[in-house]
């Protein structure tokens, strides 16, 4: 038997990975043991995987991830630590902080599966963008659904600097990174 370190991971990347078993249907187990335990505070066995992205305020504690095991629902909170083990057939995350430590792992996984797990781009889902438009540009009306995408998904806009010309310059972003 093989033990192997979880390596380090990133809130997004996490999230990432969660709506991976979501999309290929993946089932999903649960261990969630308090810090001055060793045995489980509670165990979930292979249920299916949900997951939302939260915005909230500084006062309620941050941006967090909403994760739905079956009808158990989890938040935590990108403050939280989090690792990661990617195998070839298996997923295995841990989300945890000085109280408790919530091991989640897959069941089997498809290579298709594994493949976009891995297919993660470090935080592009949370980083600010920022965008020029050309208002006298054929590209103007890709420019709009660009940042009518962008709104869908929860993000604002942060700031709009607007040219000589009539052209702007937009940063859209999540109200809350960076506190």
Same mark, same amino acid.
């Not at 187990?29 to 939302?52: G, W, Y």
């Not at 939260?54 to 630590?81: H, K, N, P």
């Not at 989300?95 to 781009?121: K, L, V």
């Not at 009518?148 to 998904?153: A, V, Y």
């Given at each position: 038997?093989?033990? @192997?370190?979880?390596?380090?991971?990133? #809130?997004?990347?996490?999230?990432? $990975? #969660?709506?991976?078993?979501?999309?290929?249907?993946?089932?999903?187990?649960?261990?969630?043991?308090?810090?001055?335990? +060793?045995?489980?505070?509670? !165990?979930?066995?292979?249920?299916?995987?949900?997951?939302? #992205?939260?915005?909230?305020?500084?006062?309620?504690?941050?941006? *967090?991830?909403?994760?739905?095991?079956?009808?158990? !629902?989890?938040?935590? !909170?990108? %403050?939280?630590? =989090?690792?990661?083990?990617?195998?070839?057939?298996? $997923?295995?995350?841990?989300?945890?902080?000085?109280?408790?430590? *919530?091991? #989640? %792992?897959?069941?089997?996984?498809?290579?298709?599966?594994?493949?976009? +797990?891995?297919? =993660?781009?470090?935080? $592009?889902?949370?980083?600010?963008?920022?965008?020029?438009?050309?208002?006298?540009?054929?590209?103007?009306?890709?420019?709009?659904?660009?940042? @009518?995408?962008?709104?869908?998904?929860?993000?604002?806009?942060?700031?709009?600097?607007?040219?000589?010309?009539?052209?702007?310059?937009? @940063?859209?972003?999540? @109200?809350?990174?960076?506190?």
């Amino acid at each position: 038997m093989t033990i @192997t370190k979880l390596q380090n991971a990133e #809130f997004g990347e996490v999230l990432h $990975i #969660f709506e991976v078993m979501e999309k290929h249907s993946v089932p999903c187990s649960l261990e969630l043991k308090l810090r001055e335990d +060793a045995d489980p505070f509670m !165990s979930i066995i292979r249920q299916s995987v949900k997951t939302d #992205f939260v915005e909230r305020t500084a006062d309620e504690g941050g941006d *967090a991830m909403q994760i739905y095991l079956g009808e158990t !629902s989890l938040l935590f !909170s990108v %403050s939280e630590s =989090y690792g990661k083990e990617i195998t070839e057939s298996q $997923i295995s995350l841990c989300i945890a902080n000085e109280t408790y430590a *919530a091991w #989640f %792992s897959t069941g089997e996984m498809s290579p298709e599966a594994i493949a976009d +797990a891995h297919n =993660y781009i470090e935080d $592009i889902e949370f980083e600010d963008e920022v965008m020029a438009v050309d208002v006298h540009s054929d590209d103007f009306e890709a420019a709009l659904i660009w940042l @009518t995408d962008r709104i869908r998904e929860g993000r604002v806009i942060k700031n709009v600097k607007v040219l000589e010309d009539g052209n702007q310059i937009l @940063t859209v972003g999540y @109200t809350n990174k960076g506190e």
